[in-house]
């Protein structure tokens, strides 16, 4: 997409958004869920598979490299700086023969390329050099879009009192929109970090953001995200 292309869209999108929140705010939507006071990051898919170029899965690279990467690098100093908890979750799978009798792939191969994310190549799911884990950080293997989805996720929050959680990653139409769904089904407050997520489809950032904001979590900048984690320790301090 050219981008003349690309401003016309945007264009055409915040028209419409525009729009959508004056029918939205008159219904009673996008409510605050607001910052708790225990938040963990959950960075969704990452990985080399989705975030170098030359996969079925890569993303729009530009802003991977210009935006989505300097941003987490920003978030993960300020999570570290401040001890509080960060999940790096990729996805792989062990069985990629789609004519096989079983795999752990489920029917999702019938839709989507998942074989292309073979667990053999630790180097396709491996999270990127660039934001990589650092010792006392999870990562999480996961099959499914959701980080929640038949993983150990909620559990592992729940267990360290985690109560917001900061989502970023890719893609926003997919395994971050569906684990910010499933999160505050399961009783977290998810916070969508704006410019730590990426797509490979023009406009599904900016579609999927406005209607996550609407129903089902807040979304902030990254420098908001970060004021926030440089204050959260001394504001529960003072409240004891």
């Known amino acids: 997409m050219s981008e003349v292309d690309s401003r016309e869209l945007e264009r055409m999108l915040q028209s419409a958004f525009d ?21 963990a990051l959950v960075s969704v898919d990452l990985a080399n598979a989705w975030t170098r170029p030359g996969n079925p899965f890569t ?41 096989a009798d079983f795999t752990d792939m489920g029917l999702w191969h019938n839709k989507i390329p998942v074989e292309a994310v ?14 990589a884990p650092v010792e006392g950080e999870y990562t999480l293997l996961k099959k499914r879009a959701s980080s929640f989805h038949g993983t150990e996720l909620a559990g592992i929050l729940r ?5 917001t959680i900061l989502v970023t990653g890719v893609t926003a139409c997919a395994c971050v929109r569906q684990t910010i769904c499933d999160g505050i089904a399961d009783g977290f407050r998810p916070i969508a970090v704006r410019e730590c997520i990426g797509d490979r489809v023009p406009g599904a950032v900016a579609w999927n953001l406005f209607d996550i904001d609407a129903k089902f979590g807040d979304v902030h900048s990254v420098d908001e995200c970060v004021d926030y984690l440089n204050k959260v320790n001394s504001m529960n301090a003072a409240a004891e």
Not at 86 to 92: F, I, N, P, R, Y
Not at 119 to 130: C, N
């Open 19 to 39: 729009a959508s929140t004056e029918l939205y705010k008159e219904r009673g939507f996008q409510r605050r869920v607001g910052f708790g006071r225990k938040p």
């Open 59 to 99: 993303c729009d690279q530009e802003k991977m490299d210009n935006e989505i990467i300097p941003g987490m690098q920003k978030l993960l100093k300020a999570f570290r700086a401040n001890g509080l908890p960060v999940v790096h979750v990729t996805t792989a799978y062990e069985i990629t023969d789609r004519n």
């Open 118 to 131: 073979n667990l053999k190549d630790e180097d396709l799911w491996a999270i990127d050099s660039r934001i």
């Open 159 to 163: 267990a360290n009192n985690v109560d």
